[in-house]
């Protein structure tokens, strides 16, 4: 379970943000390339292995009164206006902690005509008045090779809201072919479609790499492959 900082007491309208950067690209998934503004909130409900942003939720490594802060809605969606962007992402940390606190930034999106993209682990069932405001769900339910639990990383009734959106897509981190049957597994058991399978990699040499002994077995079981353009542009920069 990811740790949450205990000192954090937030006003009504505040929500705990790790970050809230742009514009940039979407670097990920079915929306790649597409210039965005991201918010990044605080707080994770899992502690994966290879988490690329464990200054969101891993108190042992990170200080939570430097990586977080409260930050008011209003604020947040002026940070935003200044990116002028198409999208707008909002990831973490796991969003969806504090999804109804989200619901005036949603509806401020909506009021400006920005899609909104949320990325999720998949362990949460989304609120109706979230899922009504959400152009797309990047779902990436974990494997075993985040270290994670079985019972905590998945989540049925959380998938099974997820997939009744019609706006979901479901991406999954691998490192290398071998977890591909895995990835089948999940998908078999709770029909999950359609199928992004990302390489794991904070470098752009290991995302080839891994891209290209992915590729042709994801070809073969009919999904799609993501890369990780910011890291391609920028490697494992913050705020990118
Ligand atoms: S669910 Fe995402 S943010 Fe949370 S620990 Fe795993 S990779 Fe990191």
């Known amino acids: 379970m990811g740790r949450v900082p205990a000192d954090l007491t937030l006003g009504d309208d505040e929500l705990v943000v790790a970050e809230v950067f742009g514009p940039t690209f979407q670097g990920e998934g079915p929306s790649l390339g597409r210039r965005a503004g991201f918010l990044r909130l605080g707080r994770c409900n899992l502690d994966c292995s290879w988490c690329d942003t464990p200054y969101t939720w891993d108190w042992d490594r990170f200080d939570p009164a430097t990586e ?17 962007p ?11 902690l504090q999804q109804r606190r989200l619901i005036p930034v949603l509806e401020g999106c909506a009021a400006r005509g920005w899609p ?14 979230v899922v009504a405001l959400v152009r797309r769900w990047n779902v990436s339910p974990k ?14 009734e959380a998938l099974a ?35 992004w399978v990302m390489p794991e990699g904070t470098d752009p040499i290991t995302l080839l790499d891994r891209s ?29």
């Open 68 to 84: 977080l802060r409260h930050e008011p809605v209003a604020s947040i969606l002026a940070r935003l206006d200044a990116m002028a």
């Open 86 to 96: 198409e999208i707008v992402v909002i990831t973490g940390g796991e969003p969806l």
């Open 116 to 129: 909104v993209e949320i990325e999720t682990n998949g362990t949460i069932v989304p609120d109706e008045r």
């Open 143 to 156: 494997l075993a090779n985040s270290g994670v639990p079985f019972e905590q990383r998945i989540r049925s």
């Open 161 to 195: 809201a997820l997939r009744a959106t019609g706006r979901a897509e479901f991406k999954f981190v691998v490192a290398e072919a071998d977890d591909l049957g895995e990835v089948a597994e999940l998908v078999d058991a709770h029909g999950l479609n359609p199928v």
């Open 212 to 240: 290209q002994k992915l590729a042709d077995a994801v070809l073969e079981r009919g999904w799609n492959l993501t890369s990780r353009l910011h890291v391609l542009l920028w490697g494992d920069q913050r705020g990118r």
